[in-house]
């Protein structure tokens, strides 16, 4: 069974959320967001975890953790002695103080209480395989048992499919201390994983979701990139996993759905922030798609506390240099180089999406030696960089006429613009360079 949707309330930091489930799930966000609540409230709804009394939001003393599951191969569970095999189906729990959570269950309009056995019967159907962040050589053995009763129960050829996993479980019992021994033991299980899903095409860890929280630990980028491409093949092929992460190798532009980004508003609590429909439409996904593909590291715009938009790669380097000399410079910032003022509205699109703040700066374009035509193309983008803008998230700034015509404070003849990055930076670093105080003041705001 597929778990489809959830609503939490009063768990833990969480007041109220609500989560739509892809296939793959990426939940991202600052430290002690609220992450690890929303991981622990799912595994608690799946019966993995035993309820603790801080579990109870502060000031709280009733919690209520629903979900609707898609029963997508129609298996069977009783209730009240009657065999059921609904397609779509909502389960409840709902505790109180002290008192023992009640368990109900609806297919229609109407909740029926259940027993704790009833609903343990459902949700034993989506099996949970947990990889915690920190893991000692129980925590391994753990996942791979989980991991090897799962696929037992999917009657998977061992020979064909598990030796390998074997192999590696029994690897355990050498003599190891090393937490990068025990995670590279999980990079080769989740790539054998992989491997075998694909030559069966299908996931075969069935119904099952898997629950890895921070896999990018003890892993270089390359390997980190490597581990999300196995993911995401397991995904595409039927599988459920949820991870946790602080590295953008993990948060794919192509899978804006997957995206979760949990924030924690003093007094709201955590919630969860996503977008289930369309982003982009027509060429809007030719151009966006080409562009991430230039440049993949453009993902951390989703791990920012706020995102600088400009055009391209002078404005990136010469603004993080100068914000640094002046001592202002933020590193939970992120300067992000759209490519071309026409694709900024596109950025700025998803930033809105996804709530977080951003200060978009582009070219007014309006050099001298520019044409009637180039001016009227020039100020148009501009505008349409403007109505983009939602100001209760975002704000534009314009150079002029470019960022180089703020570096050096006079007009640039169009012959002047050949190898910018490398002269604007060779300028700006150089011990007789002082920044024009009109330029600086839009540097202070950026990094404001």
């Known amino acids: 069974m597929y778990l489809k949707e959830m609503k939490i309330i009063n768990w833990q ?7 739509n489930f892809e296939n793959l799930m990426l939940f991202i966000g600052q430290s002690n967001s609220g992450k690890s609540s929303i991981m622990s409230a799912i595994m608690y709804f799946l019966g993995v975890r035993k309820f603790r ?22 298996k069977s569970f009783k209730i009240g002695g009657k065999v059921f095999n609904s397609k779509n189906f909502w389960l409840k729990i709902y505790k109180h103080g002290e008192s023992e959570p009640h368990f109900l269950w609806k297919t229609g309009k109407k909740w029926i209480e259940i027993s704790k056995e009833e609903c343990h019967s459902i949700t034993k159907l989506t099996p949970v395989i947990f990889i915690p962040a920190v893991l000692e050589k129980e925590e391994t053995e753990y996942f791979i048992r ?9 009657e998977i050829d061992e020979n064909a499919s598990l030796r390998k996993i074997i192999n590696i479980f029994n690897e355990l019992n050498m003599e190891y ?37 921070e896999p990018e630990m003890y892993l270089h980028p390359q390997r980190e990139k490597e581990l999300f491409a ?11 996993i949820y991870v946790t992460t602080h590295s953008s190798n ?38 966006f798609n080409m562009n991430y593909w230039i440049n993949p590291d453009r993902s951390e715009l989703f791990f920012a506390k706020k995102v600088i938009l400009v055009e391209g790669q002078t404005d990136k380097i010469v603004l993080g240099y100068l914000g640094k000399e002046l001592g202002i ?52 983008k501009s505008k349409v960089i403007q109505r983009a803008v939602n100001p209760h998230i975002g704000e534009y700034m314009e150079f002029e006429n470019d960022i180089e015509e703020e570096i050096y404070s006079e007009k640039r003849e169009r012959k002047n613009y050949k190898n910018k990055p490398f002269y604007a930076l060779k300028t700006v670093s150089s011990n007789n360079y002082k920044i024009p105080e009109r330029f600086k003041k839009k540097i202070e705001k950026i990094f404001s």
């Open 250 to 287: 993990f948060v794919s532009l192509y899978r804006y759905r997957s995206i979760c980004i949990v924030r924690n508003d003093q007094g709201k609590g955590s919630r969860a922030f996503q977008h289930k429909g369309k982003l982009f439409y027509g060429d809007e996904i030719k151009n």
């Open 53 to 74: 009394g801080r579990d109870f939001r502060n000031g709280t003393d009733f919690i209520i953790i629903e979900g609707r599951f898609f029963n997508k191969e129609r």
């Open 13 to 19: 930091c969480v007041k109220e959320t609500y989560i």
């Open 230 to 240: 196995c993911l995401s093949s397991i995904c595409k092929l039927g599988g459920q």
């Open 146 to 154: 989980c991991l090897l009763e799962n696929l037992d129960t999917r």
């Open 177 to 213: 201390t090393s937490h990068g021994l025990y995670r590279n033991l999980i990079f080769e299980i989740i790539c054998e994983i992989a491997y075998q899903s694909q030559k069966v095409k299908y996931s075969i860890l069935g119904n099952g979701i898997l629950i890895f929280e």
């Open 329 to 380: 410079y933020k590193y939970d910032y992120s300067i992000v180089e759209c490519g071309s003022k026409s694709l900024i509205p596109q950025f700025i699109k998803l930033l809105n999406t996804f709530k977080i703040p951003y200060i978009a700066i582009y070219d007014k374009d309006n050099h001298f030696w520019r044409t009637p035509e180039e001016l009227e193309h020039s100020n148009e």
